[in-house]
């Protein structure tokens, strides 16, 4: 036993140094949750996305190199949706901007939170569909709408039980937005033919 005040006090110093980048981990998750949500609300309005963009992977790279060696926390669901809504943010990005997506690897993500932020991103271009509908671009909600399908069909490859994934809900979720979406691009389509056909008859009189 003459030696176990030497264990007990390395084990003691070890979870000292694993508690502080814990906490460390729990303040940049929510920082790159918050700085996601703030790119993304930037990429509605078209403006003032670089800012974002910068601190957004400058966190992400902080919080990897803290993590390096301490898997069990890198794999903590607070850390995983933290680069989940990252990743939602830097595909939605790309697609805007008629870019290659960013792979996993390119962005710092893990292919589990980068599966789940690309489930995501459907959502997010439906609100941007909406929003072109609204101001009467029926043109840009259909190329929008064809990106959600290309998504859609990109998630449903992925036939894994959720120990592995937990993509299912995504699908299911992604699969009721593009119908609704669907739907809504057909409307309009409709209703912009017949203002047309009106618009020829009143005038021709």
């Known amino acids: 036993m003459k030696n176990l005040e030497k264990v007990v006090g390395r084990i003691e ?8 980048i814990r906490e ?15 790119m993304v609300r930037s990429l509605h309005k078209e403006k003032g996305q670089a800012q974002s963009i910068e ?11 803290l993590l390096s060696g301490h898997e069990d926390i890198s794999n903590a669901g607070y850390v995983q949706s933290a680069l989940q809504e990252y990743s ?5 990005m790309s ?6 997506v960013p792979s996993p690897q390119e962005i710092g993500a893990g292919n589990v939170s980068y599966l789940l932020g690309l489930g995501d991103s459907v959502g997010e271009l439906r609100r941007l569909c909406l929003e072109s509908l609204r101001e009467g671009d029926v043109k840009r909600a259909g190329k929008l709408l064809d990106v959600m399908e290309e998504v859609f069909s990109a998630l449903m ?4 039980p959720d120990a592995i994934v937990p993509l299912r809900h995504k699908q299911d979720v992604a699969r009721s937005v593009i119908e609704k979406t669907r739907g809504d691009v057909a409307v309009a389509v409709s209703t912009g033919r017949l ?6 008859v009143l005038r021709k009189e």
């Open 195 to 200: 203002e047309n056909k009106l618009d020829e």
């Open 13 to 20: 110093s070890e979870l000292d140094e694993k508690d502080q």
């Open 24 to 38: 460390i981990a729990l303040k940049s998750s929510r920082l790159i949750v918050r700085l996601s949500g703030r």
């Open 88 to 92: 939602e943010a830097m595909i939605l």
């Open 95 to 100: 697609i805007l901007e008629n870019e290659d």
């Open 55 to 65: 601190e957004l992977r400058e966190e992400v790279s902080k919080l990897s190199g």
């Open 157 to 160: 490859r992925f036939d894994y």
